[in-house]
């Protein structure tokens, strides 16, 4: 029951939304609604809601992860964009009467609603069909919201993204045909637990063809080297909200997706196979990000860059299996909440000093937006993984594993490309909140109530540096059954 | 009975070559509209004995979708865009069609080596729904216009349906619906991207679609 309202909740508000004329009340049913999904999820972390839908839904200790992940980062989305919709409506006057059926704003929240509700879609399924359908559908939901600006850029940015994607996903759907050949007996049933039982019998050449395929599928959604085309026009694009939620919570999602071909593949026994090309993307993912941060001109590319690196980190952890896996899923947990941070308080810069060049963003701390600057710097040191972080104990657990299994050349290109993002932000991050600010720049006042501006960001840095400092068992528990599941501990 | 579904498959690849083949954009869309039908048949010719509702049901509803509703929202996308031909694509149209039987030779070499555990449809059945998918992806990644990559779009996702059917790999009707229904918003979400940017740049060639790159971002736009 609790699982069909977590899906159905957003996705009803979200398509009434679209048909809402009062602002406010709009808003306020998307603050509602993030905030009983946040609560139905907390109780689902107490008590394991049961399977629906004849097993087609139902939550497992990576789900769980995941769930609390998005949920957690979409309420704080929505606190931040609620305040970034009411700015935009006073800055341009123009919006609302620009043509279309329903209003800018309309589409926006109800794409947001429809966005978190197939995002939890993905993470509850349990039917492989299903996920695909509800990771397609994740695209679709997005695509407008990158769109939102209505600029050439963004355009550009929405097709892109939409066409990229969804031909990913197409191999990703044959991939899932050849699995349902892989599958020996004849009932053709791919729900994850039957499959699991059944993955003795499985023919092995269709089940590698299938892993190749739903892999780079859906690495293709989730921002992995060299499928990730897509990922830093889309993040730089769209609204930093929805930068947020892309960065934190969708490319997790993806990720979910290979994860559960994975788990047939461990049971089938072809594990060996799959680590050795979660270990080949997730280094060349990495090495990329290192090679595009060091000369990049765009803050928001940047941190679209060192999304794609993190991505590669998570593969890498789950590749190397035993201790790296449980590094892996802390490392999503921390990454996802700091670059939603991060994320937001890029928003914050754009609308204060209009551009995303970062050669001409100088001394924010010494400027208005003092508390943004000081977080951005702190969000810089949290994301590179410096010690008191989430991202530190993460990254630290991947590396021990890889000295504990002798892999030196990888240790060797992993480190190396970790100094050079670390170098390449640092001079980025320095640049921008020191120095002395530009005078020819035009800034523009971010609104009075700048608490809520930060807030949300803040909340999300403590909590970083609380895991990086303290897991609390319940927690690590939950990570812990999580890794088991992927063939870790 | 199997002579139907030889025909049925032959002409799909057929109707590939002319799609790979063709310049003019509504040519395209009628033909991915006549294969998709063709495919949309699939269920019903293959066993005529072991009909159901859930098979009509099906066969009817990706019939209208691919045979109708698509070209419906192709066409309107076209007319809106106002556009007649594809632009010069990359190669020509002989290296196309050349790149089109060089695709099903590949598709019958690599069919060739997969073990079958199923029962197949028909032997020919695995190459040709390869054959779709590489023409689909090749037509993407080769024209120029946003509206023939939507379509090579759509030939890729009929090879995948072909798949399916070929391998007669069963899954629930619901799951099938819902994939198709995807396929149906990916569509109509694309066909509304297109009339943007043709609103936008006055054309819909993604060539001039290059303003996002890493390093060299051009200063005008300060």
């Known amino acids: ?31 509602t609604c993030a905030g009983i999904h946040l609560a139905l999820t907390c109780s689902a972390l107490v008590r394991r809601p049961d399977a629906c839908w004849g097993g087609c839904f139902a939550l497992d200790s990576i789900g769980v992860i995941f769930l609390t992940i998005t949920s957690l980062l979409f309420l704080g989305a929505v606190i931040y964009g609620v305040k970034y919709l009411c700015d935009e409506k006073r800055h341009s006057n123009d919006v609302s009467t620009e043509g279309g059926f329903f209003s800018p704003e309309a589409v926006f929240i109800g794409c947001l609603l429809l966005f978190l509700s197939t995002m939890t879609a993905v993470i509850v399924s349990r039917h492989l069909g299903v996920l695909w359908v509800a990771i397609e559908a994740t695209t679709l939901a997005s695509a407008p919201l990158i769109y939102f600006h209505r600029t050439k ?13 969804s031909v990913g996903i197409a191999l990703a759907l044959l991939g899932i045909f050849f699995l349902a050949v892989a599958i020996a007996n004849d009932s053709g049933d791919l729900i994850l637990n039957k499959v699991i039982d059944n993955a003795a019998q499985m023919n ?23 499928f990730h ?17 892309l960065s934190g919570a969708l490319l997790n999602c993806a990720f979910l997706g290979i994860l559960r071909m994975y788990q047939i593949c461990i049971a089938a026994g072809l594990a060996k196979y799959c680590q050795e090309i979660f270990i080949l993307f997730g280094l060349l993912s990495v090495f990329f990000a290192a090679f595009f941060i060091l000369g990049q001109l765009d803050y928001k590319r940047m941190l679209a860059y060192s999304s794609i690196e993190h991505m590669g980190i998570l593969a890498l952890g789950v590749g190397l299996g035993g201790g790296a896996v449980l590094g892996a899923m802390l490392n999503a947990f921390s990454h996802s909440l700091t670059k939603a941070g991060l994320f937001f308080i890029a928003g914050n810069i754009l609308s204060h000093y209009g551009t995303k060049y970062i050669s001409e963003v100088k001394g924010i701390i010494k400027g208005k937006i003092r508390w943004s600057g000081i977080l951005w710097f702190i969000g810089f040191l949290l994301i590179t993984g410096t010690p008191p972080s989430g991202i530190f104990l993460g990254k630290f657990m991947i590396l021990k594993e890889a000295v504990y299994q002798g892999r030196y050349w990888l240790i060797l290109i992993f480190l190396l490309s970790l100094a050079i993002i670390f170098i390449g932000m640092a001079r980025i991050f320095i640049s921008m909140t020191q120095g002395v600010p530009s005078e020819k720049v035009e800034t523009r006042p971010l609104t009075r109530n700048r608490f809520w501006y930060i807030s949300p960001s803040a909340v999300f840095f403590i909590l970083v540096v609380i895991m990086g400092v303290y897991l609390p068992t319940w927690l690590l528990k939950i990570l812990s059954g999580a890794a088991e599941a992927l063939g870790g501990f | ?18 799609v790979i083949s063709s310049s003019r954009i509504s040519a395209c869309i009628q033909i991915t509209a006549l294969q998709g039908i063709i495919i949309g048949l699939f269920p019903l010719i293959v066993d005529l004995n072991s009909i159901t509702v859930g098979t009509i049901v099906f066969s009817a509803v990706s019939v209208a979708l691919k045979g109708f509703v698509f070209p419906c929202l192709l066409f309107r996308a076209q007319r809106e865009a106002n556009i007649r031909k594809e632009v010069e694509s990359i190669g020509g149209y002989p290296f196309s069609l050349l790149m089109g039987v060089a695709v099903f030779l590949i598709s019958c070499w690599l069919s060739s080596r997969l073990p079958y555990t199923h029962p197949l449809l028909s032997k020919w059945a695995v190459p040709v729904s390869l054959a779709a998918f590489f023409t689909g992806l090749f037509i993407i990644v080769s024209r120029v216009k946003a ?3 939507v379509i090579g779009y759509l030939v890729l996702e009929n090879g995948i349906y072909l798949f399916g059917m070929a391998l007669l790999v069963k899954q629930s009707l619901l799951v099938e619906l819902a994939i198709l229904l995807d396929i ?24 001039n679609l290059d303003e996002l790159k890493d390093w060299v971002i051009s200063q005008q736009e300060l």
């Open chain 1, 153 to 165: 850029r963004s355009l550009e940015a929405t097709w892109k993204y939409l066409l990229i994607c």
């Open chain 2, 184 to 207: 149906f918003v990916a569509v109509f979400v694309m066909g509304i991207a297109i009339f943007h940017i043709s609103r936008e740049f006055d054309h819909i060639d993604t060539q």
């Open chain 1, 204 to 226: 092995i050449p269709w089940l590698k063809a299938a892993f190749l395929f739903i892999f780079v599928g859906y690495g293709t959604k989730m921002g992995l080297a060299p």
């Open chain 1, 1 to 31: 029951m609790a699982i069909t309202i977590l899906i159905a909740a957003p996705l009803i508000t979200g398509f009434v939304s679209f048909f809402i004329r009062n602002d406010y009340f709009r808003r306020f049913l998307l603050i």
């Open chain 2, 1 to 18: 009975m199997s002579s139907w579904v030889d025909l049925a498959i032959i002409s799909i690849v057929l109707l590939n070559l002319m």
């Open chain 1, 229 to 245: 085309t897509w990922l830093p026009d889309a993040h730089s694009e769209a609204p930093s909200v929805v930068s947020a939620l």
């Open chain 2, 147 to 149: 509206l023939t990559q």
